[in-house]
């Protein structure tokens, strides 16, 4: 046995912070580069590390991209400032309700900024989280787990949804 094995941990290793907007309760880290609002910097870390190999593959592979903006507009749908607006939230109503690619959806940006409600309460708990995506990434594939995740998040906000289908659908007209 090595003094590794048998160091005592030290109250940082034993940290935990819980996100402000998921809800995920993950160690501590140093705060991340470019950390994301709404979120901890360890759950946005977990979130850059997750998707880091779409992200390397995004820019040659379409089907790739549009999984990495799926990813992203989950993530964001999960983690809105309050009293801003539910971009994230309108773009994921796109994408699982509406049956708009991701990419489609995402170069609606300025139309759906515009339409996407400013006083929705986002979910009291998320069915899942990235901390969710992370821990079965070992079993299950990326992409099955990141449409599970958009699937389970929309759901989530189905008290909502009326208001984000309206707003959708005035993205798509305007």
């Keep these: 046995m090595t003094t590794a094995d048998t160091a005592p941990e030290t109250a940082d290793q034993l940290r935990t912070t819980v996100c402000p907007g998921c809800g995920a309760v993950l160690v501590a880290t140093p705060d991340a580069d470019g950390q994301h609002p709404g979120a901890s910097a360890s759950c946005w870390r977990l979130f850059q590390v997750t998707v880091r190999g779409l992200r390397d593959e ?77 821990a079965d990434l070992d079993v299950v594939d990326l992409p099955a787990l990141v449409s599970a995740w958009a699937d389970a998040t929309w759901a989530d906000w189905a008290p909502a949804a009326p208001e984000l289908r309206r707003a959708a659908d005035t993205a798509l007209t305007s």
Excluded at 108 to 128: C, G, K, M
């Design 58 to 134: 995004a820019a040659q592979d379409l089907q790739t991209a549009a999984l990495l903006q799926l990813a992203r507009d989950t993530y964001d749908a999960q983690h809105l400032l309050p009293g801003g607006p539910a971009a994230a939230a309108v773009r994921l109503c796109l994408e699982r309700d509406r049956g708009q690619d991701p990419l489609a959806a995402a170069a609606l940006a300025a139309r759906v900024e515009d339409a996407a409600p400013r006083s929705l309460q986002p979910p009291a708990r998320w069915t899942t989280t990235v901390a969710d995506l992370a």
